[in-house]
């Protein structure tokens, strides 16, 4: 975390960037996400916030976002079995973002969090990831500001409201459609203890595979790392006995991205030859051709590199990188 000063300067480069997007929907494609608030928050966190108005700017002329559906009706606050029926219903995003502002405007945003996290983590796989995703990084703002603002509020209560919107059930070994596709129920095979290193073995291993397949299209695969490092991002402020079930939830979905995956045909650029670049050329070249999944990939694997130092990080950040330059940016 930066200190008090470098804190400061990261809320105030955050809400600029939040408030150049308030009124940017959620998806640019039907359950394609849109990464603008993901992507901005990742920029400010490798400290390149000069960089963010400009990489905002070329990127909504690109993913021209479609507005959201209108409000519908309140999601109620005194009636469980509504607020369960409204779970996975996109018409409904307006009513979540609605009922997550209020419900972060009358209490600590972590206990919004805690007591959600268990029933959304039923649903993580909710548009491919995303709404994880992107609660984790509004979760890392928010741990990171000094004093939450209204914007920084909002994009949690947007990220959780996505997700509960486009909630969808994590299925086990059997895939997506698969017929061996059983719901994930909880059961504790990592103590505790053993959690984080636990994180750090899933996210690279998943990172080797990455690069050693070079999948094409190259960004869907991307999320078997991205997701578990999105995990443990909000592992702080979890109490430590839901740690077992986050964990066995990021393991299950990295499988089932996988599944997904594995679905698309062919293999990327190969690699050249040799070792591929230091992680901060690494993020480098991943900010100079301004691919949304490759700026998140190379922070990501930024991150857990700092954790485990294995070339598997580096070499998946690279694949992504080689795939983007010869797919024209995505």
Not at 4 to 18: Q, T
Not at 158 to 163: C, F, H, M, N, V
């Amino acid at each position: 975390m930066p200190d008090a000063e470098g804190a400061g300067r990261y809320a105030a480069a955050v809400d600029d960037a939040l408030d150049r997007l308030v009124d940017v929907g959620f998806e640019f494609g039907p359950d394609f996400a849109v990464h603008a608030p993901m992507t901005a928050e990742t920029l400010v966190t490798l400290d390149r916030p000069d960089e963010v108005p400009s990489w905002i700017e070329l990127n909504l002329r690109r993913r021209r976002s479609h507005d959201p559906p209108a409000p519908l009706e309140p999601i109620p606050d005194d009636d469980p079995v509504a607020r369960r029926a409204a779970l996975g219903d996109y018409r409904r995003v307006a009513d979540w973002v609605a009922y997550f502002d209020r419900r972060l405007a009358e209490g600590p945003w972590r206990d919004v969090v805690v007591e959600w996290w268990p029933v959304l983590l039923d649903g993580a796989f909710a548009a491919f990831t995303h709404g994880l995703i992107r609660t984790a990084h509004a979760v890392r703002i928010l741990r990171t500001a000094p004093k939450p603002s209204g914007l920084q509020l909002n994009e949690l209560a947007r990220g959780l409201a996505y997700w509960a919107a486009r909630f969808t059930p994590v299925r086990g070994p059997g895939g997506a459609g698969g017929s061996g596709e059983v719901p994930v129920t909880m059961a504790a095979r990592v103590p505790v203890a053993r959690v984080p290193a636990a994180l750090s073995e899933l996210t690279v291993v998943n990172a080797g595979l990455y690069a050693g397949l070079a999948p094409r299209p190259p960004v869907p695969a991307v999320h078997t790392v991205t997701a578990p490092a999105a995990v443990r991002l909000v592992l702080p402020i979890l109490p430590e006995e839901m740690w077992p079930a986050a964990y066995a939830t990021a393991e299950t979905l990295a499988a089932q991205v996988w599944a997904v995956s594995r679905g698309f045909a062919g293999r990327g650029v190969p690699l050249p030859e040799g070792e591929p670049p230091g992680v901060d050329l690494l993020v480098e070249e991943a900010v100079e051709i301004g691919e949304e999944h490759a700026i998140k990939l190379a922070e990501a694997c930024r991150r857990e590199y700092a954790l485990r130092p294995d070339p598997r990080y580096l070499a998946a950040a690279h694949t992504l990188n080689v795939n983007c330059r010869h797919e024209g940016g995505l």
